[in-house]
């Protein structure tokens, strides 16, 4: 969102029982749950893959960096297909969603930083927390998560890992 903006445009998911918005202007498209290929050995966040209309398109779990449980898919489960800046360069990822909800605009007047404590979540990986009809949203910060070595926080990776970091 740029500085001078006054409202940012958002695609609204739940993941667990928060509510989280991601850019829309980022968003590709959004698909119902399609057949996802695990990678072998691959770390826990992005741990598979999907095909976007014949691409190889990796899918991550954001549920897995904020150290939230993982329930089974259900008939609300959805991927979100968005433009992602890795290293500088605009890569296409999939995220899944417990639910989809909808576009809206939440002013910038709204958001606020992420707190350093009383936080659910490392708040290096939430870019702010913007208020809605008396609710908060959780704007993650997309390009620092999946930047994360490994696409894995400390706070979540095994012993082993930490230790090979």
Wanted: hydrophobic share 40%; glycine share 8%.
């Amino acid at each position: 969102m740029s500085e001078n903006q006054e409202y940012m445009t958002a695609l609204t998911i739940r993941l667990e029982d928060e509510l989280f918005a991601v850019e829309a202007s980022r968003v590709r498209e959004i698909l119902d749950l399609v057949p996802i290929t695990e990678v072998p050995s691959a770390r826990a966040f992005v741990g598979g893959l999907i095909n976007v209309r014949g691409r190889v398109v990796p899918l991550a779990d954001l549920r897995v960096m904020f150290g939230m449980e993982r329930p089974e898919p259900d008939e609300d489960t959805r991927i979100v297909v968005m433009e992602v800046d890795i290293d500088g360069e605009p890569t296409i990822a999939g995220i899944l969603a417990d639910k989809v909800h909808d576009v809206t605009d939440i002013e910038a007047a709204s958001i606020e930083e992420a707190p350093k404590v009383g936080m659910r979540w490392r708040p290096e990986f939430v870019k702010g927390i913007g208020k809605r009809n008396g609710g908060f949203i959780i704007i993650p910060d997309m390009e620092r998560i999946f930047e994360t070595p490994g696409g894995r926080s400390a706070s979540v990776a095994t012993p082993e890992e930490r230790a090979a970091s």
